[in-house]
């Protein structure tokens, strides 16, 4: 599963579950969610990213910054990315 398939299927997901993925962090990256108490992912190469719950939530504050706009799957990822990186939400420019 790509990065860009978990995001687009992120309500499916139990929302207690963590995406793990490839580095550099791209909607083509090698991806997958598990339960983060009985991972194998991080044994591996895969990287923690996000769990379902913060993903979900970012993506929704970047709607309501942008007046109910529903984002596109790059739009996400770029979201979630940003997020993990900075521990900040990706604020529109203005």
Do not use: N
């Amino acid at each position: 599963m790509t990065l860009g398939q978990v995001i687009e299927r992120l309500e499916e997901f139990d929302r207690a579950h963590t995406i793990y993925a490839v580095k550099p962090w791209t909607l083509d990256s090698e991806a997958l969610v598990q339960d983060a108490h009985h991972s194998t992912a991080s044994s591996g190469r895969f990287d923690y990213l996000l769990d379902i719950y913060t993903a979900l939530e970012v993506i929704e504050v970047w709607s309501e910054q942008r007046d109910g706009a529903v984002p596109s799957i790059a739009e996400r990822c770029a979201a979630l990315v940003y997020y993990e990186d900075h521990d900040a939400y990706l604020i529109p420019d203005d």
